[in-house]
């Protein structure tokens, strides 16, 4: 049987929870479609997620048509959860991108689909909810091809029938449909050009080998059409899905790899651990290793997910999905085996904002902060530490909505109630120079049996932390070299002004040991102060997350827009005016545009419009900022290398 892997992703609101339980309804899974705003859906199975009407967690669910298995993952929609659809992506064969059709291209569409752009994931489209009022499938197709892709094959007809009603006309019945089909894989495909240019024959099966390369390929885009809801449509969709999307199983039994995406707990707070097995099988009672350590454990409980239902099993093969719940030590982004060279490390997003969260109940801290390191799990991106200095538990977040899920999921399973501090925007910093700083052994005060030199230098934003090494593992093995490594990247953690240090490249150019006295210890501890003594040479810019931005208003009120985008240290790079309403965009700090939307929303009366997209980090252009979440001044090894260069100076 054919596994295919299938991801749902759509802005909040366009209908991909509806468009999951309507494919679980044709596939026989489930007898009724459940509703998002009855609380009665498949995938949205976590209490919060029936109360808000929103997915949180992105779920798996399975079921089998004509000889396909095909596991569907259903994805948050809101960018409060987009780290959920990033770790989704990665384990993908296809992806349905559903699109609401009085909406339109949203901002989560557009960076969902670059993603699978980059990713090479052959997509879908299927546009929703065609039965509302005011529906024009024109602008529809206009908006796809001016912000996402010129490269569409659509793949029916809509005919509107009198009070609203419509009937779909697939491809097979519609000859201006295939003409028009032809006609765009005769624009794409430079084997069937010649053909055509030649006079020679081009047969049905050809047209259709080179439809389903193209798709495969990520170059052409089928449009569909439907009304999830109204169970219109989703037939057509499950065909498009089982035959134009590709199969891509490694069957070998030899060579194991599977990647872990998901974990969660059960209601016994019992770890539960999602993988996609790329090669090979798995099996109970099998002897695994997790790469990159040498750690063994074995499969003791082995489970996957058949017709809806999660099932015991004895083995899971290449294209699956296993679940497992004896491995404590996995982790999201683990492999079992070997690496899979397929997976692509691109990252949508990274949270641009952090606030501390601390118990009601004072006595429940230790409690809050155990539940934390359990939801960081879940979800790595709240990377939950607790400041040395003033004790603050602190996470990364992405936004307002987050907060209170988290509120809710600590009083709700963990049975604590917590608030949140304000929400601050996480700031970084770049060296501004090359520099270079060696500390030598039996050099005092230098303590340790090491001697390391570092040279830094700035990378364009973007690129985060690069690291090489010029220093000979034949004189300094594989432990030591870790070590020197393993200290550069927690340093980097830290920079002049208490933010992370990033867009540089470090290179570990010199070093020297005592044998037999000399441990990697010594050169893990003595980095840190090499790499800050460089750092200080280096001197640090500070970075700030920026959003991209649109605002939508009436004439009347685009002067007040321009005087707050101004105020706000936006740049505004286009403006449009067309009719009575006024068009602007460009770029804007996170910190300054946190309330803008409500504020918009009051002054306009409700009619204009700001939307927001992640832009990544660029140049602070205001006063430097000390980091507001605890105080470097009293950093330990902080301290230790002022006392430690102090004292180089006097000798």
């Not at 994931?121 to 529809?140: A, H, Y």
């Amino acid at each position: 049987m054919k596994i295919i892997n299938i991801g749902i992703l759509a802005h909040v609101d366009a209908g991909k929870t509806t468009v999951t339980e309507g494919l679980l309804y044709k596939g026989g899974a489930i007898n009724k479609i459940g509703r998002v705003d009855k609380g009665t859906t498949i995938t949205d199975s976590m209490e919060l997620e029936r109360d808000r009407g929103i997915t949180i967690r992105a779920s798996t669910v399975s079921f089998n048509y004509n000889d396909t298995k095909l596991n569907i993952i259903d994805t948050p929609g809101h960018m409060d959860f987009i780290a959920e659809v990033e770790r989704t992506l990665r384990v993908l064969d296809g992806a349905v991108l559903v699109i609401s059709a009085k909406e339109g291209i949203q901002v989560q569409t557009k960076v969902i689909f670059n993603t699978l752009v980059k990713l090479n994931i052959p997509t879908l489209i299927f546009v929703n909810k065609i039965d509302r009022r005011g529906v024009s499938l024109d602008e529809i197709y206009t908006q796809i091809q001016d912000k996402l892709t010129s490269n569409l094959a659509i793949m029916q007809s809509v005919k509107i029938k009198d009070k609203g009603d419509f009937e779909l006309i697939n491809t097979r019945d519609d000859k201006v449909i295939q003409s028009q089909i032809v006609e765009k894989l005769l624009d794409i495909n430079d084997y069937l050009a010649e053909k055509y240019i030649n006079g020679d024959v081009i047969t049905e099966k050809e047209y259709a080998n080179v439809f389903l390369d193209e798709v495969n390929s990520c170059n052409l885009y089928p449009v569909l059409h439907g009304s999830a809801l109204k169970d219109i449509g989703i037939e057509e969709l499950l065909f498009a899905i089982t035959n134009y999307l590709p199969v891509n199983n490694d069957y070998t039994t030899d060579n194991l790899s599977a990647y872990v995406y998901k974990i969660d707990r059960d209601e016994e707070s019992r770890k539960i651990t999602f993988l996609r097995v790329f090669s090979g099988n798995i099996r109970t009672r099998q002897d695994v290793y997790i790469n990159g350590t040498e750690e063994t454990f074995k499969i003791k409980s082995l489970e996957s997910i058949m017709n809806g239902e999660v099932v015991k099993v004895d083995q899971v093969n290449s294209g699956d999905i296993a679940i497992i719940s004896n491995a404590n030590s996995l982790k999201i982004g683990d492999y079992i085996g070997k690496k899979y060279d397929g997976i692509l490390d691109i990252k949508i997003t990274q949270p641009a904002l952090r606030a501390s969260i601390k118990p009601c109940d004072l006595s429940k801290r230790r409690k809050l902060i155990e539940a934390l390191f359990e939801l960081t799990e879940e979800d790595p991106f709240l990377d939950c530490e607790i400041n040395g200095d003033t004790g603050e538990i602190i996470l990364k977040l992405f936004g307002n909505i987050q907060m209170e899920v988290i509120e809710s999921l600590l009083k709700n399973r963990y049975k604590i109630d917590a608030r949140f501090g304000e929400l601050k925007t996480i700031y970084k910093e770049r060296p501004k120079r090359k520099s270079k700083a060696v500390i030598h052994i039996e050099v005092p005060p230098n303590p340790y049996w090491a001697s390391v030199g570092l040279s830094i230098e700035p990378l364009p934003i973007g690129l985060g932390l690069s690291y090489e090494t010029t220093v000979s593992y034949g004189y300094l093995n594989n432990s030591f070299q870790y070590a020197v490594k393993e200290a550069v990247e927690k340093a980097c953690k830290e920079g002049l002004y208490g933010w992370e240090i990033t867009d540089l490249k470090v290179t570990f150019d010199y070093g020297l040991y005592y044998s037999p006295v000399s441990t990697p210890s010594d050169f893990r501890n003595l980095t840190p102060y090499v790499f800050w003594e460089a750092l200080r040479k280096a001197g640090t810019e500070i970075l700030e997350p920026y959003l991209k931005y649109t605002v939508q208003v009436p004439n009347d009120f685009c002067g007040r827009v321009m005087s707050d985008l101004r105020k706000m240290r936006a740049s505004i790079e286009d403006i449009i005016a067309k009719g009575e309403e006024t068009t602007l965009s460009g770029k804007i700090p996170v910190d300054t545009s946190k309330s803008y939307q409500s504020e918009l929303l009051s002054y306009s009366n409700g009619k204009g419009i700001f939307i927001t997209e992640p832009y990544g980090y660029d140049i602070y252009n205001a006063e430097p900022i000390i980091n507001d979440i605890g105080n470097d001044n009293n950093d330990s090894n902080k301290e230790g290398l002022r006392y430690l260069f102090q004292k180089q100076d006097e000798n």
